[in-house]
């Protein structure tokens, strides 16, 4: 038996709708849409194809889009100052800078100066250390992405073995948080793990979350284990032609896994969708206006 597809395009199609019908209760309950505000510095060819499926998903939610594009030598301190100006304008209820940075910029100084309440990226410090001890907060929104898709997969996590390998603070590390709140076991394995075959054998849940295309192999896995593939790896294909493959060899994995998400249409689409979904929470916190629990 093939594995089943976790559908992480239909899974955020429906999340962005459910957000989009919220977003026009809020508006009408408040007057006001809710402001996502996204940075891009230089034109990495990738970042500004993220940028833009971002921009266009705010949109069609019926949320405010503040897009700022930042020359590739512009200073930390004018990043910074922009950061400020966002942070103090009322109609930004998220912040987002686009990652990678230029090497003339520091990374972790301009995370650290967003607002903690409106990093819908979740990877202010302070966002990071509330998850880490269960308070509530943002939470990043590709491992946001990845529960979701586990949820509705699996249900009840408790108990469930899972291996998340890789250990950015962006993705991996997140990831085994939100694992670990669920009740799972949690095992994080890294560029220094020994046997990860092994150790991935031992997975009912398997995370890859690496930057190495098609790294993990079939034979790695655990019958019928469930399979999230975070990683985003463009590789020329037989044809010559550019095309987006995972962390996880899908052609092996498949005959193995019990379920499986794709690349492209897994977990990035559900990426965007948690974005919209952590503006508008945002925006409501904010005016102490009432979500569904569950959104
Ligand atoms: N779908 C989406 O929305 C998103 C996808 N991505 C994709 O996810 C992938 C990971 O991203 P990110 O976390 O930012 O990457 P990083 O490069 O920051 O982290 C990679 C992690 O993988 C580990 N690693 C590297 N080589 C090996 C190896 N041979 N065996 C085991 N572990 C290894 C590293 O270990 P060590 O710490 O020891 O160096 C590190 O912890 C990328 O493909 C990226 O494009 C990222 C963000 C969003
Ligand atoms: N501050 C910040 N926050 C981020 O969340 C952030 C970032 N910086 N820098 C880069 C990574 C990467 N990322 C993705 C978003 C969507 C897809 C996505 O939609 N992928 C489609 C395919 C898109 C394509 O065809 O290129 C898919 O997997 O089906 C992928 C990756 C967000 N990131």
């Known amino acids: 038996m093939t594995a089943r597809l976790i559908d992480g395009k239909a899974a955020a199609a429906s999340l962005r709708a459910t957000v989009a019908a919220e977003v026009a209760k809020f508006r009408s309950a408040t007057g006001r849409s809710p402001g ?21 998903a705010t949109v069609e939610a019926g949320m405010q889009s503040i897009e700022h594009k930042l020359p590739a030598d512009t200073s930390e301190a004018e990043l910074l100052a922009l950061v400020d100006q966002l942070n103090s304008d009322p109609a930004v209820d998220g912040i987002l800078v686009q990652l990678p940075l230029p090497p003339q910029i520091d990374a972790n100084k301009v995370i650290t100066r967003i607002d903690p309440d409106k990093d819908v990226d979740g990877f202010n410090p302070v966002n990071a250390g509330r998850l880490a001890i269960g308070l509530p907060g943002f939470v990043p929104c590709t491992p946001l992405g990845c529960l979701k898709l586990l949820r509705a997969e699996l249900g009840d996590l408790a108990g469930k073995h899972a291996v998340v390998i890789g250990r950015s603070n962006i993705v991996g590390k997140p990831v085994a948080m939100l694992l670990l709140a669920e009740h799972c076991t949690v095992t994080i394995a890294h560029s220094r793990t020994r046997n990860l075959p092994a150790v991935v054998r031992q997975a009912d849940i398997v995370v890859a979350a690496v930057g190495r295309p098609n790294m993990v192999k079939g034979d790695w896995l655990k019958l019928h284990a469930t399979v999230i593939d975070v990683g985003i790896n463009r590789v020329e294909g037989d044809d010559g032609k550019s095309r987006l493959v995972g962390d996880v060899d899908f052609a092996s994995a498949r005959e193995i896994a019990g379920a499986i998400t794709p690349v492209p249409g897994g977990v990035g689409p559900m990426t965007i969708a948690c974005l919209i979904r952590n503006t508008l929470v945002s925006a409501a916190r904010r ?3 009432q979500l569904p629990e569950d959104l």
């Open 36 to 56: 996502l505000a996204v940075v891009l510095v230089g034109e990495d060819p990738a970042s500004a194809v993220y940028v833009r499926s971002k921009g266009k």
């Open 287 to 289: 005016d102490g206006y």
